[in-house]
């Protein structure tokens, strides 16, 4: 069939026809989007970003060199580092070949600044974090965009007020539960593994008013270790879907499709328990709950599975991986710096061994400050991107100086590293790459320091996980007088959706 079609044509015509059409295709994209672009460029007075210099013909196409120099240093636990020492040395903003298309990358607090405040009706989140996140994280908050995202917003909102997130006694309860796992004769213990069981089991009731007590033995709620891991496992292979332009999910995962699966009943069980519960009080044969619960607020909106499953597992991964990574990164520092620790201690001993309340908590100057420093040497979400859903201008990156506008076309990647925006020296000093507390007593940084994002999709848990985080070290610095490192292996990142420490965080803690 196919031979008596082509059998009239000659090659070298389907060749020409072939140019032709790319030729027409770019005639066409010249006077209309590409005229449109120049007019905005002229009009903005935008320079030419610096392009990164690809090594070889499969670099110069696809980024190969970049993306296997990524793959390798990602694999050896140093993506971030290597991608600051890579970039930055002599630029703030850049665009390099990402697979099948450019990418602008920027470390220029000025332009996070528009990419995320002032120009945020101009980006969005982009196809590839929709489709990576999406198969078991649904549509929630951090899935989607526009209406639907301010809708989401909207309705969650109300379960981080002050009230709900000052309520400390399930945290006294969680922690306590954790404090039982730790030896007391300094033998050797992974805090970061205690930590992620912590948000786990402390997240889980404030999301769904049960928790998964993973921290109980015996009273572990069913399936529960098995949904931390799966949990673990898949936002690690997402990472790796963000990192490889979603390339790793050619490769066959039976575990990740089945850990997914396990996700999605696991929660879809809670959500379908919550329904029947609140029918059986609107009926009146139910009883009413007591405790403040997430899930039982979004019911007030909504009865829809899907959307209840969606947005309590959003925020599930919004709020225990982050703060387990800044508790266990803050202790991986105080394991290591007694000058540190001494401090802490001495305004955490003026509380007489009593448990604070949230306001006292809130002016420990101490206490704050070693927060903020982990929050800006270990960053939990050390990057992040947004693509340019209209032809739009960035501040800063143009020009030989890099300091005219520079032009992003629609549907470009954007990505900021926090990482190497935080350990810059022309803004935190030569000592920038120091882990030093006492630098906030003078700092008031803006857009250069974003451990939470900034502009209307800044982090809506902020105060629930500074509270969580603040609590946790105090209960702990009061049990514990002395704490010890126990290994010396150089620190390596395990990254998942966020950042956490390939080697936990391994120390010994003595009573006294
Ligand atoms: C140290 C702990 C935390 C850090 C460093 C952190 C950081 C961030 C960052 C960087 C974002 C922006 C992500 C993006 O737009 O791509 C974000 C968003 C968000 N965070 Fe947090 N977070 C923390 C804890 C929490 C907690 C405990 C919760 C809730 C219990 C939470 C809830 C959220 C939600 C719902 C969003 C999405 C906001 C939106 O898109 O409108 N976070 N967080």
Sequence with gaps: MAEHIFSGISLPAIFVAIVAFFLVRRIYWEVTEGASQKRLAKESGCQPVYRWQHKGVLGYFFGYDVMKENFVAGKAGRFHENARLRNWQNHKTIQVRNFNRDFIMTIEPENVKALLGTKFPDFGLGNLRISTMSPVFGQGIFTSDGKAWEHSRAMIRPSFTKQQVGDLSSYEHHVNNMMAHIPK???????????????MDSATE????KSTNTLVPGQEQKGATRFTDAFTYVTERMSRDFRTARLSRFLPDKKRVEDSEFIRKFASDIVDEAIAQQEDI??????ERRNYTFLFELLKVTRDPYILRSETLNVLLAGRDTTASLLSHTFFELARRPDVWAKLQAEIDQLGGQAPDYETMKSMKYVKWVLNESLRLWPVVPGNTRIAVRDTVLPLGGGPDEKSPILVPKGTPVGYSVWSMHRRKDFY??????YKPERWEKLRPGWEYLPFNGGPRICIGQNFALTEASYTMIRLLQHFKRIEPRDDKPWTEFQTLTLAIGNGVKVGLYPN
């Design 282 to 287: 609107e009926k009146g044969v139910g009883e």
């Design 429 to 434: 000093g030569e000592d920038a790459l120091q």
């Design 206 to 209: 404030f999301l769904f008013g």
């Design 185 to 199: 004769d300094g033998q050797t213990v992974d805090l970061q593994e205690l930590f992620f069981k912590l948000t």
